[in-house]
């Protein structure tokens, strides 16, 4: 907090705007001409009427004061989806390595001051967008392989100078999709420089964990599951438990992803995971959308099931599924399951708000029902689906009881 606007501040602060957003009973809630303090970094009281002394007071005027949104999928590169967005298949955009390029060797697209000036622009705008906890996400198509510790050093650097919460971890692979000459997509495996770069992965755990006064987290990021072998599972599941940290695995995101990893395992994806114990209360799952049962998957299954019993969280991120005409059937229905569900923007600019109303629209068109969803579910999930998996992991110190438990920012 020492390095907000106002200098150094001794004493709580009191805050006060048209609207303030705090919790009671489990639920959100709006005070009109609400009063949020705060001493440090952390949030004392959020209400009416504060009866203690405070050093300073600020009025926002006709502004809300919320919670900061946490974002389970926050894009730290390019937005090449765009790409596609009236031209399909993604794969013709050069989203996928064709054969020839692999067999050329595959090199590194960006500089390490590149890559640096990514994550810089992508954290300033996600604090733009009200996000304050990030977990970053970037696509492996233009890398050589996985990403690096350098890379991520420098950006819990970047995270620290813009006080921004992040749980970072560079992601890793043991293969990748790729595009024949004929059009069909096929993996390509090599498990020793997978489980090599989980290794590195490992070790940047254990070296930033808890960096900048616990600003800066860390989590381990497998890539898409189609490019995962089950030893690379297994290891980097067993590492994520030992290591007490998150675990996001992209799944469940496309049919291509679904069908080759039904031929290669025999299973489907979420099976898969299952099998190897790598599902969890830590587990992260975007995105969601192809899940056995949906009118995309008509194989018979107990996908969101085996979710929700393991506890893991599916990471809706409702503007990029709906860009390529997809959606999850539907956030009600996965809330009446009692699945755990957080949000994700995935994709530039971070725009939380819009994926939230988003999200509450494709409810509505999918369930046919204006009453499926309203505003303050998808709400919840972008402030409280992080936090409540974790039991408080992702934190800004210790709240209030009035205040939404782990999410609170100012």
Same mark, same amino acid.
């Given at each position: 907090?020492?390095?907000?606007?106002?200098?150094?501040?001794?004493?709580?602060?009191?805050?006060?705007?048209?609207?303030?957003?705090?919790? @009671?009973?489990?639920?959100?809630?709006?005070?009109?001409?609400?009063?949020?303090?705060?001493?440090?970094?952390?949030?004392?009281?959020?209400?009416?009427?504060?009866?203690?002394?405070?050093?300073?007071?600020?009025?926002?005027?006709?502004?809300?004061?919320?919670?900061?949104?946490?974002?389970?999928?926050?894009?730290?590169?390019?937005?090449?989806?765009?790409?596609?967005?009236?031209?399909?298949?993604?794969?013709?955009?050069?989203?996928?390595?064709?054969? !020839?390029?692999?067999?050329?060797?595959?090199?590194?697209?960006?500089?390490?001051?590149?890559?640096?000036?990514?994550?810089?622009?992508?954290?300033?705008?996600?604090?733009?967008?009200?996000?304050?906890?990030?977990?970053?996400?970037?696509?492996?198509?233009?890398?050589?392989?996985?990403?690096?510790?350098?890379?991520?050093?420098?950006?819990?650097?970047?995270?620290? @100078?813009?006080?921004?919460?992040?749980?970072?971890?560079?992601?890793?692979?043991?293969?990748?999709?790729?595009?024949?000459?004929?059009?069909?997509?096929?993996?390509?495996?090599?498990?020793?420089?997978?489980?090599?770069?989980?290794?590195?992965?490992?070790?940047?755990?254990?070296?930033?964990?808890?960096?900048?006064?616990?600003?800066?987290?860390?989590?381990?990021?497998?890539?898409?599951?189609?490019?995962?072998?089950?030893?690379?599972?297994?290891?980097?599941?067993?590492?994520?438990?030992?290591?007490?940290?998150?675990?996001?695995?992209?799944?469940?995101?496309?049919?291509?992803?679904?069908?080759?990893?039904?031929?290669?395992?025999?299973?489907?994806?979420?099976?898969?995971?299952?099998?190897?114990?790598?599902?969890?209360?830590?587990?992260?799952?975007?995105?969601?959308?192809?899940?056995?049962?949906?009118?995309?998957?008509?194989?018979?299954?107990?996908?969101?099931?085996?979710?929700?019993?393991?506890?893991?969280?599916?990471?809706?991120?409702?503007?990029?599924?709906?860009?390529?005409?997809?959606?999850?059937?539907?956030?009600?229905?996965?809330?009446?399951?009692?699945?755990?569900?957080?949000?994700?923007?995935?994709?530039?600019?971070?725009?939380?708000?819009?994926?939230?109303?988003?999200?509450?629209?494709?409810?509505?068109?999918?369930?046919?029902?204006?009453?499926?969803?309203?505003?303050?579910?998808?709400? !919840?999930?972008?402030?409280?689906?992080?936090?409540?998996?974790?039991?408080?992991?992702?934190?800004?110190?210790?709240?209030?009881?009035?205040?939404?438990?782990?999410?609170?920012?100012?």
């Amino acid at each position: 907090m020492s390095t907000l606007p106002w200098g150094r501040l001794d004493g709580p602060t009191l805050l006060t705007a048209r609207w303030v957003v705090g919790h @009671e009973n489990g639920r959100h809630v709006l005070f009109e001409r609400g009063e949020v303090v705060f001493e440090g970094e952390r949030i004392i009281f959020v209400g009416h009427d504060y009866p203690g002394p405070v050093a300073r007071r600020i009025d926002y005027g006709a502004a809300l004061i919320g919670p900061g949104f946490v974002d389970l999928d926050a894009l730290s590169d390019l937005d090449t989806t765009i790409l596609a967005f009236d031209n399909q298949p993604g794969w013709k955009k050069g989203r996928v390595w064709p054969r !020839d390029y692999l067999e050329a060797g595959p090199r590194e697209m960006y500089a390490p001051d590149a890559l640096a000036f990514q994550k810089r622009y992508a954290f300033a705008h996600l604090l733009r967008n009200g996000i304050t906890t990030a977990l970053p996400i970037a696509s492996l198509f233009y890398r050589a392989w996985g990403e690096t510790t350098e890379e991520f050093a420098a950006a819990a650097a970047i995270a620290e @100078e813009l006080n921004l919460r992040v749980y970072l971890g560079p992601a890793y692979r043991t293969g990748n999709q790729v595009v024949e000459a004929d059009g069909t997509i096929a993996t390509f495996f090599d498990e020793e420089r997978g489980l090599a770069n989980l290794a590195e992965a490992i070790r940047f755990c254990e070296a930033f964990e808890g960096r900048a006064g616990g600003l800066v987290r860390t989590m381990l990021a497998p890539d898409r599951i189609e490019t995962c072998t089950p030893e690379l599972v297994r290891r980097g599941a067993a590492a994520a438990r030992d290591l007490g940290v998150p675990l996001r695995q992209h799944c469940c995101q496309s049919a291509i992803e679904y069908e080759l990893v039904l031929k290669l395992r025999g299973m489907s994806p979420i099976e898969f995971l299952a099998g190897l114990d790598a599902l969890g209360p830590r587990t992260l799952l975007p995105h969601g959308t192809h899940v056995a049962g949906s009118s995309r998957i008509a194989r018979p299954g107990r996908d969101l099931e085996i979710i929700r019993d393991a506890g893991s969280t599916i990471v809706h991120c409702p503007l990029v599924s709906a860009r390529h005409g997809a959606a999850i059937e539907s956030f009600a229905r996965y809330r009446a399951m009692g699945l755990r569900l957080g949000m994700g923007t995935d994709t530039w600019p971070p725009d939380m708000l819009l994926n939230m109303q988003v999200g509450l629209l494709l409810c509505r068109v999918v369930d046919g029902d204006a009453q499926a969803c309203r505003s303050e579910d998808t709400y !919840d999930a972008a402030t409280l689906g992080g936090p409540r998996r974790w039991g408080g992991a992702i934190s800004a110190g210790s709240p209030p009881a009035r205040w939404p438990t782990s999410s609170c920012s100012t």
